[in-house]
């Protein structure tokens, strides 16, 4: 299986603490080994600039996907344990067979899941995209919010003409001018945004609960749980961390993964990210999404959600 545009890189880090931390790894002989996916701007990023991982009890080898569709091929292949995916893309996952379930959730302001267009562009609402080509990745977030901003606005998915291209080709399509739109997702948005190459046509606010996933293969939850609930823990602890030191931590997530300073500023401060239980709105939500994505014929059969959930993963030691 290919992996486009993947970088890996290990992280080897090994603290006293970490015995204390994970007693039943910290005895093992061998250190155990978590294949981590991630996205750009992604949970690599938050971590480390939180350092988050001083201390890990395990070896991290991470893969970088720059959206879900090839990190959820990556997740059903097993090339990877776990990764951050969006809502739908999750959807999508679990309806190709990909065996994962979805062991944290955290909840954001979906304003930079978009459909954007160039500056100059003369559509002005959803209605206008009738009979317009829009770029994004097919069963992405991005697909997702195209899907339901037409079908508020009175259209169908035939109404439009949807081009599946990867988010560098999709920016390079709208700025060249060969398609009309393109929807996309944080911080590919806000890029855009700074850089003056397009603005926001219809935002995800009030069209998306903003949910999305640390999600785990059936493999990895059966023979590294204690490794996933350390690293959802760290996760976790970072992302508090970034909602109280914004500044410092858009800094630092510019130069990880080498984005403007104001774009990084603008993405991450408008998510307003936080972990949440997987409670019964979480499910609910999640149930929402995959009965939409029924409606529209993405995919071909119900699917009940509640059991892509492992509900036994804490957000906070105990």
């Known amino acids: 299986m290919s992996h486009p545009s993947r970088r890996q890189f290990v992280v080897h880090t090994l603290g006293a603490g970490a015995a204390l931390a994970l007693p039943a790894i910290g005895r093992a002989q061998a250190r155990p080994v978590l294949k981590a996916g991630d996205q750009k701007g992604g949970l690599r990023a938050l971590l480390e600039a939180a ?47 990909t065996r994962v379930k979805a062991i944290g959730a955290n909840r954001s302001d979906a304003y930079g899941t978009a459909v954007l267009v160039r500056p100059d562009s003369a559509l002005k609402t959803a209605a206008d995209l009738k009979g317009k080509s829009i770029a994004t990745n097919r069963g992405s977030i991005g697909h997702y919010v195209t899907l339901k901003a037409i079908t508020r606005a009175g259209l169908k998915p035939e109404d439009v003409n949807l081009r599946f291209l990867a988010p560098a080709d999709a920016k390079l399509a709208l700025t060249q001018g060969s398609v009309d739109a393109w929807a996309t997702w944080e911080p590919y948005t806000a890029l855009a945004e700074v850089s003056g190459h397009a603005r926001v046509l219809v935002s995800g606010r009030e ?10 293969t059936d493999a990895a939850i059966a023979s590294k749980r204690p490794v996933l609930q350390d690293f959802l823990q760290r996760v976790v602890r970072a992302q508090d961390w970034s909602n109280r030191n914004v500044d410092t931590y858009s800094a630092a997530l510019a130069r990880i993964i080498g984005i403007p300073a104001e774009a990084a500023k603008l993405q991450f401060a408008r998510r307003q990210q936080k972990w949440v239980p997987i409670d019964a709105q979480v499910v609910a939500d999640q149930q929402g999404t995959a009965d939409f994505y029924r409606q529209v014929g993405l995919i071909k059969q119900p699917l009940d959600v509640k059991g892509t959930f492992d509900t036994g993963f804490a957000l906070t030691a105990g």
Do not use: T
């Open 51 to 97: 350092g988050a991982l001083d201390g890990v009890g395990y070896d991290i080898q991470w893969s970088e996907f720059p959206a879900a569709a090839p990190l959820a091929e990556a997740l059903n292949a097993g090339a990877v344990d776990s990764g951050p995916i969006g809502d739908a893309p999750l959807i999508f996952a679990l309806a190709a067979g």
């Open 207 to 216: 069209l998306l609960p903003g949910l999305s996933y640390l999600a785990a």
